[in-house]
């Protein structure tokens, strides 16, 4: 039992947990609710081109003509009418750590963002709530070429018309009410382009965290890697708990270029409060290659399947995935991939694991046009349940349509063996250690997908939900 106490001491889950009050004084908050007036204020706080505040708006009449999903977790608890769309400090973006504010520059060096930046990171952006507090490049990634800043710079710059080109166009308002809503209240997230023929050696890295109780988060992200070009882009997000809702809907747009490549990693710990309906989309032009590779440890309730759009031909897709739902989560997420040119390729991984009471669902779309000759794709979804009241399953969508292709699905949903915790427990092992032992080796093909520093965050995650202290 002491051995217990000493793997739990070790982890300090309160770099994720700590709250930081926001007054009045330093923050500016809009009334909770959603109305024309609210988009309006929104679409000011950013200085929006008229088309974007017209935008916002069609946005809005969307929101309320679509109806609420009827096929996943329940919402019901989720009450528009009681999350405020933003939340930001006073003070404006800085491109320098020194200059911002002390609170949140207290926050972030406990996430360790900026010893991350300095050790392996080539540029960061960091966002607090509705708006980025933080953005910034190394000099010689900036030399090549390579544009990395928030949208809201980006839409007043000579990038304004590759914004307004791409800018919901992969996610289109008229996708799902959660999409129109991020549309109307956006705020925040980073514009990156690439440009042709440009290797990025070091990764970029955007970190959310939602601070404020009874939010909501709608960071967009928007990256364009050019012809022949090649990106690693980390995203990491948090949020302390609190007793009411907050809600995060984000949304991910990914453009990869004919003979490009981009890996986009993630790991979301948000807090049990939160309510996931974020967005990601990408799409490929020929011989380009698209990796994901995510992993989801918080959320009350989520809504997550990154779907990739392989246009070109040749090229390939690669999505791996790791899930954990303990008590009271309810994590809906998977994958979708469209093959629409020949020769295309696609392996979907994902790992399910829940635990006291949790629920994860595996639920995605294979969609092989007609025009997709030669295609293959591979998906494969393990699920493991810790005990005998948690619940996992799987929901997958195959539509193939040409006799041309090759597909395959494996499925695999079991309980942890207790003859393995016993062969462990019989060398010395405590249970909660064999247990956590074995869930780390059935995690280890997504770790070992991940950036070193968050293979460590996600396998102290996992210790930390098997000791029951989160």
Not at 196 to 202: A, L, S
Request: net charge negative.
């Amino acid at each position: 039992m002491s051995d217990n106490k000493q793997v739990v001491a070790d982890i300090d889950h309160s770099m994720y947990d700590f709250k930081d009050v926001e007054n009045d004084k330093d923050f500016y908050r809009l009334q909770e609710g959603l109305t024309e007036e609210t988009v309006l204020k929104v679409s000011e706080e950013k200085n929006d081109p008229e088309w974007m505040r017209d935008f916002r708006l069609k946005c809005l009449k969307l929101y309320n003509d679509i109806k609420i999903p009827d096929w996943g977790p329940s919402i019901e608890g989720l009450d528009m009418d009681k999350i405020s769309s933003y939340v930001r400090h006073k003070s404006d973006m800085k491109g320098s750590w020194e200059e911002v504010p002390e609170d949140i520059k207290n926050t972030f060096e406990r996430l360790g963002i900026p010893q991350a930046e300095r050790e392996s990171l080539a540029g960061v952006g960091a966002q607090y709530d509705s708006e980025l507090v933080y953005h910034n490049v190394k000099d010689e990634v900036a030399a090549q070429g390579v544009i990395y800043t928030d949208l809201e710079s980006a839409l007043r710059s000579e990038y304004a018309d590759m914004i307004k080109e791409h800018f919901m166009k992969l996610v289109p308002p008229t996708d799902h009410k959660f999409a129109a809503l991020h549309g109307a209240v956006w705020s925040g997230g980073s514009f990156v382009y690439v440009p042709k023929g440009v290797k990025v050696e070091i990764p970029l890295q955007s970190y959310f965290r939602l601070n404020a109780a009874g939010a909501g988060q709608f960071e967009h992200t928007l990256i364009i890697v050019d012809e022949g070009a090649d990106l690693h882009f980390i995203e990491g997000c948090s949020a302390p708990k609190y007793n009411v809702a907050n809600l995060h809907a984000g949304c991910v747009e990914l453009y990869v270029g004919k003979n490009a490549r981009l890996r986009y990693s993630t790991i979301e710990n948000w807090s049990k409060n939160m309510y996931n309906l974020n967005t990601k989309r990408a799409i490929v032009e020929e011989n380009g290659r698209m990796e994901w590779v995510s992993g989801s440890f918080g959320s009350h309730t989520s809504y997550l399947y990154p779907m990739t759009i392989l246009k070109g031909d040749n090229s390939q897709m690669e999505f791996t995935g790791i899930t954990f739902a303990g008590k009271g989560q309810n994590l809906d997420t998977g994958a979708k991939v469209v093959h629409q040119g020949k020769h295309t390729s696609s392996v979907i991984s994902t790992k399910s694991i829940s635990k006291d009471g949790g629920i994860g669902t595996y639920r995605s779309s294979v969609v092989i046009q007609k025009s997709a000759k030669k295609a293959k794709a591979s998906v494969s979804c393990d699920s493991l349940m810790l005990d005998s009241i948690s619940r996992a399953d799987t929901v997958p969508g195959m539509d193939i349509r040409t006799n041309d292709a090759d597909v395959g699905h494996e499925a695999k949903i079991g309980r942890i063996s207790d003859e393995a915790v016993f062969y462990l427990m019989s060398r010395g092992i405590s249970e909660e250690d064999a247990k956590a032992m074995i869930v780390s080796g059935f995690a280890n093909p997504v770790s070992k997908e991940l950036p070193l520093e968050y293979a460590v965050e996600m396998n102290n995650l996992i210790k930390l939900e098997m000791s029951g202290n989160m």
